[in-house]
């Protein structure tokens, strides 16, 4: 059993950066891949970003492409992502999730354990 909890969220104004973090506990966090998922208002929970079991491999949904970069420690058993070039778009619940099964997927079914999302608010 895998716990994770994200920190990080806040409001920040377009154009801004923050930076969100995963904390895992309780299980062994290299055997995960982990991915950043989002929802905003109304919506359907989106994929945002997967890094592999060991860092290598980044992916990304297409509209955060060259503003966010995904990252882990798996001696601190974090993850982070850096969120760069903000805009209102991209204000959502951000959860980091962990999956054990094949790289690269994104869809949230998939994933089996989730943080339970820090709040991300950017002001035009």
């Known amino acids: 059993q895998v716990q994770l909890v994200e920190s990080g969220g806040g409001l920040v104004q377009a154009g801004g950066s923050l930076r969100l973090s995963c904390a895992a506990s309780?299980?062994?966090?290299?055997?995960?891949?982990m991915g950043w998922f989002r929802q905003a208002p109304g919506k359907e929970r989106e994929f945002v970003a997967t890094?592999?079991?060991?860092?290598?491999?980044?992916s990304y949904a297409d509209s955060v492409k060259g503003r966010f970069t995904i990252s882990r420690d798996n001696v601190k058993n974090t993850a982070a992502l850096q969120m760069n070039s903000l805009t209102p778009a991209d204000t959502a619940v951000y959860y980091c999730?962990?999956?054990?099964?094949?790289?690269?997927?994104?869809?949230?079914?998939?994933?089996?354990?989730w943080g339970q999302g820090t709040q991300v608010t950017v002001s035009s």
């Open positions: 999730a962990a999956d054990s099964g094949a790289y690269g997927r994104r869809s949230s079914i998939d994933y089996d354990y």
């Open positions: 309780g299980g062994t966090f290299s055997g995960y891949n």
């Open positions: 890094i592999s079991r060991f860092g290598g491999l980044p």
